[in-house]
């Protein structure tokens, strides 16, 4: 079971998710990612692109991660439909992103996130789930 969602946070829009493992929680954040930005239910599994990154820690690991599928977006025009974490370690995580190219006919930029920060950045496992908390400067 993965589950995110967004909160208000002064100017900018924060994800807070839960998961039962880390994989489907990098995956839950990089979905309410992408659907702050197009939702994505108006974009079909077409294509695919992949994403790998290595950081020193979760948090650290969290922020590259959600930049690298957020850069995929914003450069390539990449609308994404859906996640699979491939791979994933406290240091590590492969991820295969699916969706399609931007068609403007079909897709509606909701928001332009500018970055994810580090601001009141949390990854952690809290009992049986994990959870995650990231907030998107739009």
Do not use: N
């Amino acid at each position: 079971m993965k589950h995110c969602e967004t909160f208000d946070h002064t100017a900018d829009v924060g994800l807070a998710a839960r998961a039962d493992t880390m994989g489907e929680l990098f995956e839950a954040l990089a979905e309410g990612l992408a659907d702050v930005i197009c939702p994505r239910g108006q974009v079909e599994a077409r294509e695919s692109r992949q994403v790998a990154v290595a950081a020193e820690d979760a948090e650290a690991l969290a922020v590259d991660f959600l930049s690298q599928v957020l850069k995929i977006i914003q450069t390539e025009h990449f609308m994404l439909a859906g996640v699979r974490v491939r791979e994933v370690s406290p240091a590590a995580v492969k991820a295969e992103l699916s969706g399609q190219p931007y068609d403007p006919s079909r897709h509606e930029i909701a928001t332009e996130v500018k970055a994810v920060t580090y601001h009141r950045l949390k990854i952690a496992r809290e009992g049986r789930l994990w959870t995650g908390r990231v907030i998107l400067d739009v």
